[in-house]
């Protein structure tokens, strides 16, 4: 049996982590001291106590427990457990723990709605992903969402030192322990996972740094380029960029980087330094899309040099979403159908009927008139007033404004 089954705790008191759910007085806790147990969703990082948890509310409810893995079970394994609920066994109810409920497809989560509704089974159901986009909306209505976070390393200490003791090994440095737990990034398992390999490799039963800290790196970068964590790591990206703050944007490259997602990363930094340094910088996307094309033709690790410096040239520099807000405005118009006919004088090739009294294109060629400007209409009557840019409050974006105010005479 592995170490982290073995040391699992039976009760709240051993329970390491959570305390914004389990803790005296927090809502979960309160769930489960009064014994009756709502159907639940346990949303959070692997190893962070949700299927451990789950045994716990489990015994306090006095209620048979089954399990099921969305990744291996069938529809026959879920007809199984819900002919137990006309046994002896499940008379008074059957509490199923669905683990990675995500893999479920809707029709298996809809063969438990029945059940779930009557009372016959009581679901606590695990996801790594958010469940407002994995789970069956009716399965997610009649059910309370409880999120669980990755645990500090002061809350993974105890555990890890639990493990070493079952482990039979005495006398383990703090330094070891704090390399583990900082190591293996608020996963208990994983931890769990290091303190045994440690324990099989360990000579004359001493464990020095070097092997703790060989045995638990890189454990701790949570990635799943299809999962939440991909898409957290670039907003966080994205918006330490925005927010000019170079530190912080730099951790997070070196998050996509260490996990390999190189591509991820150089897609990100150009679609930065268009919607959000902008005009106010413009050649800010020619400079990140060299960087770019430079990490590519290099690769990693050395590519890591080049995506550095367009961070920080992206996070030092002024911002701008003028041009962003200014497409997506008009987007929102065409998507809307306000549209409308060319101006006349606009069209390529234009015929006039006989109708028509005011024969010919009637096209003012700029470059005819002082400072290559003359006022015409160029959009279609139905918008023909409407504005879809406003300057940007930064140096090269003044200027233009400047320059656009004395060629019209204070117009926009």
Known sequence: MPLAEKIRPKSLCGFVGQAHLVGEGKILRRIIDGGKIPNLIFYGPSGTGKTTLASIIAESADLPLRKLNGTSASTADIKQI???????????????????????????????????????????ASTTENPYFYVYGAILSRSTVFEFKSLTPEEVKP?????FELSGIENVSDEVVRIIAQGTGGDVRKALNAVELCALTCENGEITAETAIELSQKTAVKYDRDGDAHYDILSAFQKSIRGSDENAALHY?????????????????LVTACEDIGLAFPNAIAIVKACVDAALQ???????????????????????NSAYLAIDKALADVEAGLSGDFPRHLQNKHFDGAEVKNKGQHYL???????????????????????????GDNKLERAAREYRERIKGGGK
């Open 82 to 124: 819900i002919a137990e609920t006309d046994t002896l066994i499940g008379r008074g109810g059957i509490l199923l723990y669905l683990d990675e409920i995500q893999y479920f497809n809707k029709k298996q989560q809809q063969s438990l709605l029945e059940f779930i509704e009557n009372g016959d089974i009581t679901l606590i």
């Open 159 to 163: 555990a890890i030192r639990r493990g």
């Open 253 to 269: 490259l070196a998050r996509l980087l260490s996990a390999g997602d190189l591509p991820s990363a150089c897609r990100r930094l």
């Open 298 to 320: 290099l690769g990693l690790p050395e590519a890591r040099i080049p995506l550095a410096e367009a961070v920080v040239l992206l996070c030092t520099s002024p911002k701008s």
């Open 365 to 391: 060629y700029p470059h005819d008139y002082l400072e290559h400007y003359v006022k015409q209409q160029y959009l279609p009557d139905e918008i023909k007033d409407k504005i879809y840019y406003e300057f």
